[in-house]
């Protein structure tokens, strides 16, 4: 039997220009990227108003994360870390996450969304993919078609989740 499609629509997606640092000290913004401040990197995306923190394509050891999480601010929705698990040169992009969301939170579709956007604004593809596959472990995946409005330099897009019904 197929599963339920949930689709949700984004309208306004921005990667800010403000890049963050999280260490044992909790989530500091820069206005430039800190190559050499301690820590993890982030990537602070904006979604239809919530705010997600994507670590993409850099190891965040589950010990680092486990001290990371309870440091997470308010302002912040939902943090994401998150690889690339397909060619640069891929149509489609795989991308492999764990997500931390709040309770009431970003949603799974928009972690999957962000971390779309933030993917692409890292330069980490040869050829611009024509939609993302959010896989993020135990849960459904999520399909995201994204497309980037240079007028208002924001991201508009969908976001899929196709949940397995069957037994």
Wanted: charged share 25%; hydrophobic share 45%.
């Amino acid at each position: 039997m197929a599963g339920i499609v949930a689709t949700v629509r984004f309208d306004s997606g921005f990667v800010l220009d403000e890049w963050g640092v999280a260490d044992a000290a909790g989530f500091q913004l820069y206005e430039d990227p800190q190559p050499y401040t301690p820590g993890f990197p982030f990537i602070a995306c904006r979604i239809d108003g919530r705010q997600v923190a994507v670590f993409i394509d850099m190891e965040v050891p589950v010990e680092a994360r486990a001290n990371l999480e309870p440091l997470k601010p308010d302002w912040l929705d939902a943090l994401v870390y998150a690889k690339l698990d397909s060619d640069a040169y891929a149509e489609a992009a795989v991308i492999d996450a764990h997500v931390v969301q709040s309770p009431d939170g970003a949603g799974l579709e928009t972690c999957a969304f962000a971390t779309a956007c933030a993917a692409f604004a890292l330069g980490l593809f040869q050829v611009e993919p024509t939609s993302y596959l959010g896989r993020f472990e135990a849960r459904d995946p999520v399909r995201v078609v994204a497309d980037f409005d240079w007028d208002t330099e924001s991201w508009f897009g969908e976001a899929t989740v196709d949940f397995d019904d069957t037994p």
